[in-house]
């Protein structure tokens, strides 16, 4: 009689167990609740166009650094680690280290691989494999606020080199009053896309630290000469462009320009509303003729991990979540980014109107994007690239802009010094 | 009989046994990693000894910023963490009963308040811009606002020492109260007709009677403040400008979490306990606790 009824019992479980199981669980780790909520949507179109292989995924959000040390310590440790995990580009290199605990996504990028801004696949990359994928090309560009432009009498179109550029700020300086542009100080996006822009970096290709070169150096003195010899410029209040205090200063109008990726067009739109209608958008200023005239920066590569007990399904989910053509719309449409593959920015969905396309008077920002899509060269992505980021933000930006003591040559010499060992 | 004896002999070990498991798993086992670490490069699978390669690392620009300011701070705080709670606690000792245990709650309560929630308090307070409440108070009195949290050195160590000083103060107090009250009314009543002031009566009998307490709290103090981070790190998240929040623990900290080299990050932190060993020692030296008393 038991047996009997164990087996009715087994009969009865056995196929609600195997219905329950045909959606797989997948987990996600990621330290920005937007970046979650555009996995969420993804998931369900994901499940709309796979009634196969339907995933229910769990995405949870930690706090930056919290999820980076706990994903370091779950890869380190061999347990605990998610299925897929976004790590942020300054990050990454400590997840390349030793056996890597993530799996490489090229058999199925290879195909697509083409429509990419190849910088962007680089730089998750090592000895020839990719890690990661972004979801931007973050190419930086100019933000002009066109009512002080006006008021000042200058054509932005005719903004052609950075010298161009220092004689607008100083006509600005001159007719209103007002500073020309803000500089970070405990941040890097006022340094990182310039030198980007003329081929330079913080390391070389094999990881060697360069960031005291010549054009590291002079960029750096161009930088504190914007600020105490043309003085057209001032430090970033509260430091760096994501502080509540800088947004407070630029929504009133505090500065005339401002150079940051594109992806910082969100920040224009949440936390400085008043500028709606105000703002251009145009490439950066070469530094010499027929010289690039934007950089990629900044970047979330998502990986998985070789911890997943899915790594298939996940690696799929991850392709199509971040490089299918759909899913590139998507990320323009919902988090306002520059989305990696190239072949969708002339796409007519991306010229739909949106919260972004109304706040900045461009017409059409993404030809600003194809104009500059052959001009961004890779950063270089390792160990010692940590290093220098955390020496040139916590000293040498402040030593040579924000208080002055000391030259860029010295100070940079310092960082090399600190950053080599 | 003999089950009887046996059970004594084995019920001590019973009664240890949690504790000893709990040391070995979570204290000494740790420890031991860790001097194991020190000598290594900790990558994941592929961890390699690498001899006092770590060691040869340890003074850098970093280290000694860390060091500065663990020496600054802990001064600080030990400077006002120990004679401010006393002066209170004689006051509050002096006082009528029941208030004393209103106001013993009060200066105990920021204590029970965790970092992270005062640290975000904190910044909010000193924030730089001239609506912040600590800047418009100061605009009040006719000073101009400061830049606090980014404004250099000295306005960070004030922040630290601040925090440190609010939360803490109630909990020396504590101790110290605790300790007055041990010290016999007796001396006091014997001292006081012989004709003491109240001067010497706390010169000559509460300091010197309170001093295994005073002992005690700047031992505590001393790794304390070496070790502190989150304080630290509720201002600046891990990222002061010119290394002016950077403590012993915050760059274990940067080195094994930020930039993942845990080999590193565990000889500092065997650094970190050198450093405090040799000061506990040398301060017991000082106040003469190794001295045999006569």
Redesign the interface.
């Known amino acids: 009689m038991k047996r009997i009824l164990s087996l009715a019992l087994a009969l009865v479980i056995l196929p609600a167990l195997a219905f329950s199981q045909t959606k797989t669980d997948l987990n996600l780790w990621t330290f920005n609740e937007l970046h979650a909520q555009y996995y969420n949507s993804a998931v369900v179109a994901w499940n709309a166009a796979n009634p196969t292989k339907q995933i229910n995924l769990k995405a949870e959000v930690f706090p930056y650094?919290d999820m980076?040390?706990k994903l370091?310590i779950a890869?380190?440790s061999g347990k605990g680690a998610p299925d897929i995990a976004d790590i942020e580009i300054s990050?990454f290199?400590?997840?390349l280290?030793?056996?890597?605990?993530l799996v490489p996504l090229d058999d199925l990028l290879n195909p697509i691989r083409k429509q990419f801004v190849q910088a962007r696949l680089d730089i998750y990359g090592k000895d020839g494999k990719t890690y990661g994928i972004c979801f931007h090309v973050g190419a930086a560009v100019m933000y002009y606020n066109m009512d002080m432009m006006k008021a000042a009498g200058v054509d932005i179109d005719k903004i052609d080199t950075w010298d161009d550029w220092v004689k607008a700020g100083l006509q600005v300086k001159a007719k209103i009053g007002k500073p020309m542009t803000t500089v970070e100080?405990?941040d890097q996006w006022s340094y990182w896309p310039l030198i980007s822009q003329q081929k330079s970096d913080y390391t070389d290709k094999n990881g060697n630290v360069t960031i005291d070169n010549d054009v590291n150096t002079k960029t750096l003195q161009f930088l504190h000469d914007l600020i105490y010899v043309q003085k057209i410029a001032v430090v970033a209040?509260?430091?760096f462009h994501h502080s509540?205090?800088y947004y407070?200063f630029m929504n009133d109008g505090g500065a005339a320009t401002i150079w940051m990726p594109m992806w910082y067009m969100g920040r224009f739109t949440d936390y400085m509303p008043d500028l709606k209608g105000k703002m251009a958008i145009r490439p950066l200023p070469r530094w010499t003729k027929g010289g690039n005239r934007s950089a990629g920066m900044g970047g979330t590569g998502t990986a998985v991990t070789k911890q997943s007990k899915n790594i298939d399904l996940a690696k799929a989910f991850l392709v199509y979540a971040k490089g299918s053509k759909e899913a590139n719309i998507q990320i323009w449409k919902q988090l306002g980014f520059d989305p990696v593959r190239w072949d969708v920015w002339s796409d007519p969905a991306m010229n739909e109107p949106n919260k972004f396309t109304a706040f900045f008077q461009n017409p059409n920002i993404f030809q600003t994007l194809l104009q500059v899509k052959d001009e961004i060269v890779p950063v270089n992505v390792n160990d010692r690239m940590?290093?220098v980021i955390?020496q040139i933000?916590?000293?040498t930006f402040?030593?040579v802009l924000?208080?002055n003591s000391k030259t860029a040559a010295v100070a940079l010499k310092?960082a090399a010094a600190?950053a080599k060992? | 009989m003999k089950s009887l004896t046996n059970t004594m002999r084995v019920a001590p070990y019973v009664f240890v046994a949690p504790f000893l498991v709990a040391f070995l798993c979570f204290y000494l086992y740790p420890i031991g990693t860790t001097v194991l670490m020190s000598f290594q490069n900790v990558v994941p699978g592929q961890t390699s000894f690498i001899g006092l390669t770590n060691y040869a690392r340890i003074v850098d620009a970093d280290f000694l910023d860390a060091l500065r300011v663990g020496f600054i701070y802990t001064f600080l705080t030990i400077a006002i963490l120990v004679p401010l709670p006393i002066v209170f606690a004689v006051l509050l000792n002096s006082g009528a009963k029941r208030l004393n245990a209103v106001h013993r709650a009060m200066f105990f309560l920021p204590s029970l308040v965790s970092v992270v929630v005062a640290g975000t308090v904190f910044r909010l307070m000193f924030a730089s811009t001239d609506k912040a409440i600590i800047n418009s108070l100061l605009k009040l009195v006719g000073i101009n606002p400061v830049d606090w949290i980014m404004g250099g050195a000295p306005q960070a160590m004030f922040l630290m020492v601040m925090l440190a000083t609010w939360r803490w103060l109630g909990v020396n107090l504590i101790y110290f109260l605790s300790g007055l009250q041990s010290i016999p009314e007796e001396l006091y009543e014997a001292a006081e007709m012989d004709g003491a002031n109240p001067v010497q009566r706390f010169m000559r009998i509460t300091l010197p009677l309170l001093k295994p307490t005073i002992i005690f709290v700047t031992t505590i103090s001393i790794f304390g403040g070496f070790a502190m981070f989150e304080e630290s790190y509720m201002f600046w998240q891990g990222l002061s400008p010119n290394n002016v929040g950077l403590t012993m623990v915050g760059l274990l900290f940067k080195r094994g979490f930020q930039q993942g080299d845990l080999g590193m990050a565990s000889t500092y932190g065997l650094v970190l306990m050198l450093i405090v060993f040799t000061l506990s020692i040398l301060q017991l030296k000082l106040f003469g606790f190794f001295k045999k008393e006569d």
């Not at chain 1, 280290?97 to 605990?101: L, S």
Request: charged residues 35%; hydrophobic residues 15%; aromatic residues 2%.
């Open positions: 650094d980076h040390n370091l890869l380190q990050k290199p400590n997840y280290k030793g056996n890597i605990g100080t405990t209040p509260g430091g509540e205090q407070g940590v290093k955390d933000r916590s000293k402040v030593q924000g208080d310092e600190e060992k």
